[in-house]
């Protein structure tokens, strides 16, 4: 963490230098995150993995325009055939720019707290023995009512955040990310809220590309066949790159199409692959549900939220986090103090930064009173943002009781 300078007339040029010399929020990313173009283009840790993507369709487009739609256009009449190459041309780059937006955009990160959220009397309130620092226990979950229906939040010890309503955390990332609908390894990236619009269309034109080319291919076969009056099979024979193409994206559409009418069915019934995977709403209410209608247009048919990071934005300096009190994790005992920063057990004999020795009285007096969402707060309240995402989730919204709830945290 850094500490903002303070101002002052007489160090200005130094204030401004300094105010330079800051790393930006993309070189300071404490998630798995991989950025290109000074933190214009986000990607996942496995963004490798979209060099094989893009190969997979770019190789086949440009077999199908060199051996098999260069030949078609002596087939038709009018320079017609010309039209054969152009869209396959066309439509491969539109499906690389759907892949790009898919992969390359923020696709609804939570940003980080730099510290966990204060529980209520926090100022002395709670009782000191023997000198040992006061300890809180952060409930594990809290609840709130979606359209009625009551749906349980959880504390993420990562990001140091109640997580809003259909946010979960990625282990591959390690973001919290809204609306998580599932880790891609073929884009290399979350598919979240801000992005699933352009996955979709991604998944779905790679089907109808396949299909395309799938179809000239025999096509060109026919062609064959007709102009040397040939069987079909002599006439497979005399183009193996049509024989190669169609085998390809024959196995090809399957996946993709498959792909493509699942969430044609998560999107009519508003749910994500994380929700249909896990809670089955065939057994119980969804409370996201809108109607068929609302819920493709809720997709298509609504802004895209803005980024709530700055990755090419200067990182604001502030004090780092003390470990002066001490904040028992959910998940962990009554013993187990949790470093503000990372959530892991920290030590007192750890000096890390200098301030291992630091006491209980220092770590009270210089600890930020920030809440989860960086609002100022005195309890456990969740902050009027986390209600205001359920609430757009799902209309009406509401807390309910169930702080201590249990349950494992899923990541």
């Known amino acids: 963490m850094y500490v903002v300078p303070p101002p002052g007339g007489g160090n200005g040029g130094r204030g401004a230098a300094d105010a330079a010399e800051m790393p930006r929020v993309y070189e300071a990313w404490k998630g798995s995150n991989i950025f290109f173009l000074g933190g214009r283009f986000i990607f996942g840790p496995d963004v490798r993995s979209l060099l094989l993507t893009v190969f997979l369709i770019v190789a086949p487009a440009s077999i199908f325009c060199v051996f098999v739609a260069r030949n078609l256009m002596d087939h038709f009449p009018h320079h017609k055939g010309i039209s054969i190459m152009a869209v396959a041309v066309a439509f491969t780059l539109y499906d690389l720019v759907l892949l790009l937006l898919t992969s390359g955009r923020d696709p609804g990160i939570i940003p980080r707290n730099a510290h966990p959220p204060e529980p209520e009397g926090y100022e002395g309130s709670s009782e000191v023995g ?17 359209n009625g229906i009551t749906v349980k939040i959880k504390y993420c010890e990562t990001c140091m955040l109640y997580r809003p309503p259909r946010c979960s955390h990625c282990s591959i990332c390690n973001n919290c990310v809204e609306r998580f609908d599932h880790h891609c390894p073929w ?80 999107i009519s019934s508003n749910q994500t692959t994380y929700e249909n995977f896990r809670y089955r709403y065939d057994r119980h209410e969804n409370p996201y549900y809108r109607g068929v209608v609302d819920n493709f247009k809720e997709i298509f048919c609504t802004g895209i939220p803005v980024s709530r990071n700055r990755f090419r934005e200067r990182v604001p300096r502030e004090q780092r986090s003390l470990r002066g009190g001490g904040f028992v994790s959910p998940s962990m005992g009554g013993g187990a103090v949790t470093d503000l920063e990372m959530g892991r057990k920290a030590g ?64």
């Open 187 to 266: 884009v290399g990236q979350c598919i979240g809220l801000r992005n699933y619009r352009f996955f979709f269309m991604f998944v779905s034109s790679t089907m109808i590309l396949c299909l395309y080319v799938f179809g000239f291919c025999w096509v060109y076969i026919k062609k064959i066949m007709d102009a040397e009056e040939l069987s079909i099979w002599k006439a497979m024979r005399k183009t193996p790159a049509s024989i190669a193409l169609i085998a390809y994206t024959f196995i090809s559409v399957w996946f993709v199409g498959g792909l493509t009418v699942f969430h044609l069915y998560l």
């Open 348 to 411: 007192w004999g750890n000096n890390e930064g200098g301030l291992g020795d630091a006491s209980p009285e220092l770590g009270r007096a210089q600890h930020p009173r920030r809440s989860s969402w960086g609002r100022k707060s005195g309890s456990w309240e969740m902050s009027p943002e986390v209600l205001a995402l359920a609430a757009g989730a799902g209309g009406d919204s509401k807390r309910t009781d169930g702080g201590g709830g249990g349950g494992a945290n899923t990541s």
């Open 130 to 146: 023997d000198g040992q620092t006061p300890q809180f226990r952060l409930p594990r979950m809290k609840d709130v009512v979606v």
